[in-house]
């Protein structure tokens, strides 16, 4: 198989559901300016791109039809760029990557891009009418279950305690105010845009503005400030709103192309997709997923977790990430260096495609070489993917 090498890979900061920064920017907008951005970096012609897949969890409303398509066409891309949206819930953009780099290492494609989108302020997590089936979600109604309550499960079964978890959620923010602090988000695009203004005369008028950093970092956060949180999931849970994820709107995308395009076109290589590999798990503690992903990707790969310099595992939740880093053995400080969802957001079907661009960074500012995105996934599964950081063909 050929190689699939990226050569950018940005994100937008990532800003709070409904009352953040983009809840009047729709999601199409949001895609297509990351998008447009990342190939503008390159100064890549768009005629050059053979296809576009974009991860979405709840493909509806305004980021329904096919997203992948539509903004394609919103960036200015040409008629010849197609697209496709994909869904694998939070691990779609991370899928969407996976499958336009395989595009290229199978031959079938020379320049893919392949990002990812949510805005969980137009469309809420479930979607719009979600019809589970009557008689099967009697059967096994742990298909259908709450996100949180599988992380209260989790917490339960291994023994995960309210004050790692807490204490877990706080390291992630400093990370998260540190970097922003550092300015390690290298990554961001600074996104434009926009409100409707009331004017004097009752006529709203659109105004454009940047948005430069993730809004939802809660500087300053500490163990005995969020310890009288209830569990909002569960009974005397241990799962609040200071060690979950936050509920984000986001965007991101990488391009990638192959050697020989690379060459004829002047391309610097930022890294290589190394391996991907996907496994499914128990749905009612889905966020074990990655304790089965991670090794499988590795043994692929060929690699044991010390060859890994870096990794990006989401937190969907305190309680699975502290689980997986505790059964992988992995050492926490090459995870999440510059915080993690709990900090900055979980923006669903965008997280794999922005986390990609925020290893991306942080394996270029340390030098690392080998890096992994790793994700738990609603309905019991994990994704892992291994990047080398490259800088030749
Ligand atoms: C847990 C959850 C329900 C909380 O939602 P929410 O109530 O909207 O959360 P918020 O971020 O608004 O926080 C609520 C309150 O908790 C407190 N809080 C949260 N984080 C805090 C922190 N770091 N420090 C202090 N207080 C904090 C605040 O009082 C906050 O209210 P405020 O924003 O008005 O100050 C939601 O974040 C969630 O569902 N997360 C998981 C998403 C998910 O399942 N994703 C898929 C995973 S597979």
Known sequence: MRDAYIVQSVRIPGCKNTRGQYRETRPEDLLAFIMKACVERVGLDPEEIDDVMCGCAFPEGEQGLNIARIASQMAGFPDSVSGATINRFCASGLEAIAMSALRIQAGWADVTLGAGLESMTYVPMGGYAPRPHPEFSLERPETYIAMGLTAENV?????????????????????????????????????????????????????????????????????????????????????????????????????????????????????????????????????????????????????????????????????????????????????????????LGHPLGCTGAKLTATLIANLWRTGGRYGIVSMCIGGGMGACAIFERVDSV
């Open 155 to 343: 917490a339960e079964r291994y023994g995960i305690s309210r004050e790692a978890c807490d204490a877990f959620a706080v390291r992630s923010v400093a990370k998260a105010q540190r970097a922003q602090e550092a300015g390690y988000f290298t990554e961001i695009v600074p996104m434009l845009a926009y409100r409707f203004v009331e004017g004097a005369d009752g006529i709203f008028t659109k105004e454009s503005f940047l948005v430069e950093k993730d809004e939802g970092v809660r500087a300053g956060t500490t163990v005995a400030g969020i310890a009288h949180l209830n569990s909002p999931f569960k009974a005397g849970g241990v799962v609040t709103a200071a060690n979950s994820s936050q509920t984000t709107d986001g965007a991101a995308a990488t391009l990638m192309a192959s050697k020989e395009t690379c060459q004829r076109l002047g391309l610097k290589p930022l890294a290589r997709l190394v391996t991907y590999a996907v496994s499914g798990c128990k749905p009612d503690e889905m966020g074990v997923g990655p304790t089965y992903a991670i090794p499988k990707a590795l043994q692929k790969a060929g690699l044991t977790v010390e060859d890994i310099d870096v990794i990006e595992l989401n937190e969907a939740f305190a309680s699975q990430a502290l689980h997986c880093i505790e059964v992988l053995g992995l050492d926490e400080s090459k995870v999440n260096l510059t915080g993690g969802a709990i900090a």
